[in-house]
């Protein structure tokens, strides 16, 4: 304001030596006071120019935290979401992975321990000597085959283990998927503060949550490939490395 | 035989171990990252080396690349155990000197399959 009343007062100054100079015929000072009440004008128009320059910078900087947010809210937040979708089904396949063995060698190994009770109760008989010979021979054939079988059953008992072995290896590919969605979040909430400044008018100068965002034009560790997300220039199976391995020649 | 398993997932090293275990191999000894693993390479008489790729503080195909760059290691087997399925991957890591690559999920076959691929070749 006090400025401004200045300037008027200048201004009026201005005018009345304007008035004065041309009553007077002098039209060479009159030019001289039009042009320094020009000059006025335009430090004040540059003052606002300058003022219009630096908001349209601040909401400029405000506006590239803004695209990355935009870009989160688009593209990362649903990816994180089928991310997470994948490790419901990955945990729940791998469970039922386990069920499925546990069910299957239950009775396996129940048959197993029922046998083997049969053949001792039998095997006490003959050290009581309380055996027939038909018994004794019948015990033979009995024993015979519990060698055969019990083979057999505990190769299933070994393998249906080894699966149940396998399957648990869900927790290093859900757990590797679940850091990258904690990641994200992590980052949602910096650009959330960051946004908050901006609103505020308080933002620190220089937008600095650009540079969070991944650079996917160098080789890093990304974890497991994700169906349905992760789809450009991923193998999808043991036997594409092996087909991509024999082309390098290996 | 004296291998060296490399994963930051404790549950993925006890599967791998008791796999490696079933194919005989029972001189089995453990790391999380590669710098842990690597001067204990270093130090150790290792003969075989499976390491995971993706790993905080060093990673695998550093790890990789350290071995094959240590004169004392560099002819030291390495099978790569990963989640890692971009094909640049596999080059970078084929480029790199890796004597084989299982992408997990892996099945107990496959990792034999692979391991008894890479003695075969060393004779």
Known sequence: MTDNNQNKLISLAHAKELVASLEAGDNEQAELI????????????FKELGKLTRELHDSLSGMHADSRIADLAEKDIPDAKERLNYVVTVTEQAAHKTLNVV????????????NGKTLRDSWQ?????????????????ELDEFFDEASDQMSSIHKGLSDVLLAQDYQD??????????????????????????????????????????????????????????????????????DLLSSLGF | MKILVVDDFSTMRRIIKNLLRDLGFTNISEADDGQTALPMLQNGDFDFLVTDWNMPGMTGIDLLKAVRADAKLQTMPVLMVTAEAKKDQIVEAAQAGVNGYVVKPFTAETLKEKIEKIFERIG
């Open chain 1, 34 to 45: 039009l042009d320094q009440m020009a000059l006025a004008r335009d430090s004040d128009l």
């Open chain 1, 103 to 114: 069910e299957e060698c239950l009775p396996v190994a129940e048959k197993l321990q029922a």
């Open chain 1, 125 to 141: 008989k003959f050290r009581k000597k309380e055996m027939s010979s038909d018994d004794f021979r019948s015990l033979c054939l």
């Open chain 1, 173 to 242: 590919i859900t757990g590797q998927i679940i850091r990258r969605v904690i990641g994200l979040v992590q980052e949602v909430e910096g650009n959330l503060v960051s946004l908050v400044r901006i609103t505020g008018q308080r933002m620190v100068a220089g937008g600095d949550t650009a540079e969070t965002k991944e650079e996917d034009d160098k080789i890093k560790a990304v974890g497991p490939a994700v169906p349905g997300v992760d789809t450009s220039d991923v193998v999808s199976n043991q036997d594409d490395v092996d």
